[in-house]
């Protein structure tokens, strides 16, 4: 079994930043991407920001220039570090990890962190 647990969610005014972590733990042999989705309430999760184990990247056009992730393969951490933050960013952000266990790979998300951004 793997967890992911959240942290830095929270309220923020609007040109402010807020940093996310999640970490990895339990049982598996590597990680392959991380990532970050968000998901307002009526709408579908969509993806923010993944990064995988060779370090390569891709965002969602919104967060382009705003939005950097990183990770820490040492520590299995994911970071999402959320600059000029706008309204419309408010949103649960999720964590995702696509592990690998033997040859099989799985996928597990985070409990969610809240992020509210008022204007």
């Known amino acids: 079994q793997v967890q992911l647990v959240e942290s830095g969610g929270g309220l923020v005014q609007a040109g402010g930043s807020l940093r996310l972590s999640c970490a990895a733990s339990g049982s598996f042999d590597s990680i392959n991407s991380m990532g970050w989705y968000r998901q307002i309430p009526g709408k579908q999760r969509e993806l923010v920001a993944r990064i995988n184990s060779g370090g390569s990247t891709n965002y969602a056009e919104s967060v382009k220039g705003r939005f950097t992730i990183s990770r820490d393969n040492a520590k299995n951490t994911v970071y999402l570090q959320m600059n000029s933050l706008k309204p419309e960013d408010t949103a649960v952000y999720y964590c995702?990890?696509?592990?690998?266990?033997?040859?099989?790979?799985?996928?597990?998300w985070g409990q969610g962190a809240q992020v509210t951004v008022s204007s």
């Open positions: 995702r990890s696509v592990v690998v266990l033997t040859t099989r790979q799985f996928i597990y």
